[in-house]
């Protein structure tokens, strides 16, 4: 296997880093996604890889780029999303101690923390670029087709009009309104599995180690996008 080179903290996501670097980390998350495809493409065995490459690639249903364009995606969309929410998630809960208790006794009190995390956080704003197809009109504005868009969902999971003081982490709240996981036909393709994860961490964390606690104001956690 390729070791992801150059070492050092390139990160994909990182605006801040310029593009440069950028193109740098890409290029080398690209070479080492090659690299795992190519070992399953010598060897598939029976994850999801090695599926692809023994059945749709072989075929010549899915070309290996696009393999390794979509083991990208995977690791980005599926892996990055929950380490970050997780961290998150962890940081507020330890502030709401009552929470914890019921989520740890409660399997529903897990799954409803997840949702309203997820709402609290809005980790998925990076990824919403979009370009109007039609006229819309959103209050008093009208968006014209063709014209660029950057929907943010922390706007819409931050509307009071929807979520009564929306700055503040709510186990009872209704969260089925929030957009944290996208709207429409781009909806998060791995939502189960994402709220699955979440609950079980959320649970396992805090029942091995009930005394989990800060020992000191954290500085403020940065979380780059995904
Ligand atoms: C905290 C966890 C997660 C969050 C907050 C999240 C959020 C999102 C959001 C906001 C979108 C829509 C992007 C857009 O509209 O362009 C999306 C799409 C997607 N997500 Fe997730 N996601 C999470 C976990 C996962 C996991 C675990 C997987 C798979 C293992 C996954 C796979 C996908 C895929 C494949 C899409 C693209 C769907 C499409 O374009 O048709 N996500 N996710």
């Not at 006794?105 to 998925?124: C, F, M, N, Q, Y």
């Not at 929306?166 to 429409?184: A, I, M, S």
Request: hydrophobic share 45%.
């Amino acid at each position: 296997m390729v070791p992801l080179s150059p070492p050092g903290p390139e990160v994909l996501g990182d605006d801040s880093r310029g593009p440069e670097a950028q193109g740098a980390a890409l290029q080398a998350i690209n070479g080492y996604m090659e690299s795992l495809i190519d070992e399953r493409i010598a060897d598939p065995g029976d994850d999801l890889f090695g599926r692809l490459a023994a059945g749709p690639l072989r075929e010549g249903r899915i070309s290996r780029a696009e393999l390794v364009s979509l083991a990208i995606m995977l690791l980005m969309a599926g892996h990055d999303t929950n380490a970050k929410m997780i961290t998150l998630g962890v940081g507020t809960l330890l502030d709401e101690p009552g929470a914890v208790t019921r989520i740890v006794s409660d399997e529903s009190a897990a799954h409803a923390a997840v949702d309203e995390l997820i709402r609290l956080h809005s980790i998925g704003d990076d990824d919403g670029f979009r370009v109007a197809t039609a006229d819309i009109a959103v209050g008093d504005a009208v968006i014209r087709a063709g014209e660029g868009i950057v929907p943010l969902a922390r706007h819409a999971n931050h509307d009071p009009a929807i979520f009564e003081a929306p700055e503040r982490f709510d186990l009872d709240r209704n969260t089925n309104l929030h957009v944290g996981f996208g709207y429409g036909p781009h909806l998060c393709l791995g939502r189960p599995l994402a709220r699955a994860v979440q609950a079980i961490a959320y649970r396992t964390l805090f029942a091995v180690i009930p005394t989990l606690r800060r020992v000191a104001d954290e500085p403020r956690l940065i979380v780059t996008g995904w």
